[in-house]
């Protein structure tokens, strides 16, 4: 079983790299929104995956309020940023 969590945590390592990469590059500012979203997503898994290697769920009330977070902070910033790029 600790085969599935190594190549588990390598493929969640390896996304994070390329969604750094999408926020470095990313031509508009919508972009490195989605960007960040997807970084808290790729968080939420990691220590996910982590309670899951220790056997211990005491953290489910921390990958709730973190989840709701990056769901409203990115909510929030498409709203502000809505009227102030063209879409192309």
């Known amino acids: 079983m600790t085969i599935v969590f ?3 945590f390598t493929l969640l390592v390896l996304a994070g790299l390329l969604t ?5 590059l990313g031509p508009r500012t919508l972009d490195r929104i989605l ?13 996910a995956v982590g309670m899951a290697v220790s056997g211990k769920g ?3 009330s921390l990958l709730v309020s973190v ?5 409203v902070g ?3 910033a498409v ?3 809505e009227g102030r790029e ?3």
Not at 67 to 71: D, E, K, R
């Open 35 to 47: 960007a960040i979203d997807v970084l808290v997503v790729l968080i939420i898994a990691g220590t």
């Open 67 to 71: 989840a709701l977070l990056g769901f």
């Open 58 to 60: 005491t953290n489910i």
């Open 20 to 24: 750094l990469v999408r926020l470095v």
């Open 6 to 8: 190594v190549i588990t």
């Open 79 to 81: 709203r502000l940023t």
């Open 86 to 88: 063209e879409h192309r």
């Open 74 to 76: 990115t909510i929030s």
